[in-house]
């Protein structure tokens, strides 16, 4: 361990709450340098949705490599990028009757965003970008500005500015729709609120606590948007790509937005690729104008069509998370009565869901302990107060019920030892 401690920045996060030397992975577990074995309930926080060291992906690429195919392509044309972009067409877009360009960015989903936001500031000739409470973005500094959450923003150095805050679903609580509070202050010539280029909004935030925006909600944000002729952005980063069980999180809500970003696990094996998508009349760039050395990850689509192919062809698997989903959500709701003592509360939805524990000392706690009985699992929310579970999707049914019973222990064990969990604290949970 000597070498991470003395080469590596302070800046490391997931090592302090997993200190083992990783060394080997598959499906769903991972393995430390002495052969323990490790539940993955973080799954690269979102970019491992079909697992670590998928079979089904492994061969294409070694095949891929073997024959030389190309690696890099910055944004030239090349046979695995073709190949891909026809897969994702085919049988993502058109079952569900979409019609976006796709923009290569850089390979994270802050580089998509970045791109979101000018894009929409270049089409619209406004400046300002609407986004929300506990929203999470990335930690470049344009998408910095869109992020809520002050651990992050304070880090950045300088003013971050272009943005209006809103209220989130569910902040000013379960009876109070905020969109109202949106068109209000755009309708309103003296709010002082300029009219935007766009909003961007997660349907389910995941790094500002899992909460979760209601389908009449969204629905209600595209109304207003287009009320005021304002684009709609969705960062469906982490909620995307089967994690809430359709492959775009808003599919339910039956809602169109302008624009969406994709990253995490669209490249499949857990490469890096970030895309966004941009309705046919929003793609006014002009070449070059907007790059990245990075944007040609050809790995990342050869791995990404295979994932396509053999998860999204149908609605199979599809509804197989929406059934592991369910069962999550029963498991979860008799921990919270059990042991929640009326503090705790779930959250989320599909294979995205987590435990509001009131306190990040005691979700802190619970993860720690989980930890020691083989579970990797985080926490997440502004004060880190969520128990938040994200495992594979691929994840078998029995090993999904060995990951929860391990953190029902844990969560067993914390509370035994925990002599007064605080009432003076209360969230507010989206329906």
Known sequence: ??????????????????????????????????????????????TLNYGHNNDLFKQTLLDYIKDDGITHGLDMHTKAKGEFLHTFNDKILKPRGMEYVMQFTGPTGTN?????????????????????????????????????NSHH????GVSLSGIHR?????????????????????????????????VIVETVQGEGGINTASLEWLRNLQTVCRKHGILLIVDDIQAGCGRTGDFFSFEE?????????LSKSLGGYGLPLAVVLMKPELDQWKPGEHNGTFRGNNLAFVAAKSAIDHYWSDNKFSNDVKRKGR???ERLTDIVEKYGTGNFNIKGRG?????????????????????????????????????????????????????????????????????????????????
């Not at 929409?120 to 869109?146: D, E, K, P, Y």
């Not at 923003?153 to 950045?156: F, I, Y």
């Open 1 to 46: 361990m000597q070498i991470f401690a003395d080469m590596e920045s302070e800046v490391q996060s997931y090592a302090r709450s997993f200190p083992r030397i990783f060394n080997r992975a598959k499906g769903e577990f991972m393995w430390d340098e002495f052969g323990n074995r490790y539940l993955d309930f973080l799954a690269g926080a979102g």
């Open 112 to 148: 998509a965003v970045e791109a979101a936001m000018k894009i929409a500031r270049n089409v619209t000739g406004q400046q300002n970008i609407v986004t929300f409470t506990n929203g999470f973005h990335g930690v470049s500094l344009g998408a910095l500005a869109a992020t809520g």
């Open 153 to 156: 923003r304070n880090a950045a």
């Open 166 to 198: 809103m209220p989130f679903d569910g902040y000013l609580g379960d009876n109070i729709d905020t969109t109202e509070y949106l068109d209000k202050v755009l309708s309103d010539s003296s709010s002082g609120i300029n009219s935007p280029a766009a």
């Open 253 to 261: 809500a039956g809602i169109e937005p302008d624009i969406i970003t």
């Open 327 to 329: 069962y999550i959500t």
């Open 351 to 431: 294979l995205f869901q987590g435990i509001n524990c009131v306190n990040g000392e005691i979700a802190g706690k619970i993860t720690k302990a989980a930890f020691a009985k083989g579970v990797i699992i985080e926490t997440s929310g502004a004060d880190d107060h969520i128990v938040k579970f994200f495992c594979p999707l691929t994840i078998s049914d029995d090993n999904l019920k060995k990951g929860i019973d391990i953190v029902e222990s844990a969560i067993k064990e914390v509370c035994a030892k925990t002599d007064d969990i605080p009432e003076s604290v209360v969230y507010f949970e989206a329906s």
